[in-house]
């Protein structure tokens, strides 16, 4: 079968022939019907040959959809011919993370050799792909594997980090997405839908920006140095209730602590490699920072039946399998308006 492939450090993704898998007990094999491509991809293949964690070639893809080809001994929570999406953060299934669904912080999927398909595992970007339980599998229940696939890591990544605010996100308060790219176009919509915020979004381009009013934002200005003292502006003085950074550079790291309001949030999804230091008057009083990492199984079927009520819907543009790498130059370019999406 053809996968998208990353074979060594230094070198753009390749597509190459590979064996198809066979699922043994208690395994699912989906024909995939469409991967997402995530920035994060571009991140590590970034990193240096002597840092990277994962054995490469590695087929890449996190964001996976497919309809169920063939099932291993004793599965029996899906059947052939089913469509679903993937919930890509495995864990152990069974450790108290695991336990109620948060296998994003499962705590010994390292310790076991638990990896993520595309994140360590073999990925998405093929034309099947292996996965190791069915409970990893959620039923799309009519909804188009284009438009749904970018919501298990695009959709859910926000939504779990808007989650964790939406207690100060009451009537009169604001919100500040910066970068309005893959994610950060679903963090406005998912923003308006689950709260009264205002929301304000950042981002360096013209086109993202217009994007975000498109699906949503109250206002969208540049990022810049100028950025902060334009929300304080905005909001007569007082900063955000909540910022979602999506770029996590130093840059905007520094930028979303300066937004912030007294009591505010500080969300830090980007990979960009900047922290924000925490001490006595750096920030406005009492601003809480965090870091969070994807999402938990059962957001995953929340975001689900958000699309499928209409409250939130992926801006997608699509790529044969044979030109993922190009779906990933032009993401790297900034030149993908929303999510790019393969089909193999
Ligand atoms: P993307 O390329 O689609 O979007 C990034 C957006 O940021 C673009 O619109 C770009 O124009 C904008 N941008 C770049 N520099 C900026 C700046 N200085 N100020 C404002 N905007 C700027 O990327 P994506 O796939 O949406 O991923 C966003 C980030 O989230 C990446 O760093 C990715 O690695 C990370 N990520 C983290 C998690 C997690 O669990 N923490 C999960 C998925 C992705
Ligand atoms: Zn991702
Ligand atoms: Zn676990």
Request: hydrophobic content about 45%.
């Amino acid at each position: 079968m053809k996968a998208v492939q990353f074979r060594a450090s230094g070198r753009a993704p390749e597509v190459v022939d590979i064996p198809r898998p066979e699922p043994g007990p208690g395994q699912v094999l989906l024909r995939v019907t469409a991967a997402g491509v995530c920035h994060s991809d571009i991140t590590i293949m970034g990193w240096p040959a002597e840092q990277f964690p994962f054995p490469l070639p590695m087929t890449l893809g996190h964001e996976g959809a497919g309809t169920v080809a063939e099932v291993g001994d004793g599965v029996t929570g899906v059947r052939v011919g089913e469509a679903v999406a993937v919930y890509g953060a495995w864990g152990c299934g069974r450790c108290p993370k695991c336990a109620v669904g948060k296998e994003n912080y499962c705590l010994y999927a390292g310790e076991l050799g638990i990896m993520s398909p595309g994140l360590g595992g073999p990925g998405a970007m093929a034309e099947y792909l292996l996965v190791d339980s069915d409970r990893h599998l959620v039923p799309l229940d009519g909804l188009d594997p284009v438009h749904a696939v970018p919501l298990t890591d695009a959709g859910l990544t926000p939504y779990h980090a808007i989650k964790g605010s939406l207690p100060k996100l009451v009537p009169g308060s604001t919100a500040v997405v910066i970068g309005a790219g893959g994610l950060g176009h679903l963090a406005v919509q998912l923003l308006r839908a689950l709260s009264p915020a205002r929301v304000i979004a950042l981002d360096v381009s013209e086109d993202k920006l217009a994007l975000a009013s498109e699906v949503g934002a109250h206002e969208a200005i540049p990022s810049d140095e100028q950025s902060a003292q334009a929300v304080r502006r905005l909001t007569d003085g007082r900063g955000a209730e909540a910022v979602f950074d999506f770029v996590g550079a130093q840059s905007t790291v520094t930028l979303a602590g300066a937004c912030a309001a007294a009591e505010g949030d500080v969300v830090v999804v980007g990979l960009g490699g900047g922290s924000l230091g925490v001490g006595f008057g750096t920030l406005a009083h009492e601003v809480s920072v965090r870091a969070p990492y994807w999402g938990s199984r059962s957001e995953l079927i929340e975001v689900l039946d958000l699309a499928r009520a209409g409250a939130i819907s992926v801006h997608t543009e699509t790529y044969p399998l044979d030109q993922a790498p190009l779906a990933y130059e032009r993401l790297h370019e900034g030149a993908v308006r929303g999510r790019a999406v393969i089909l193999p």
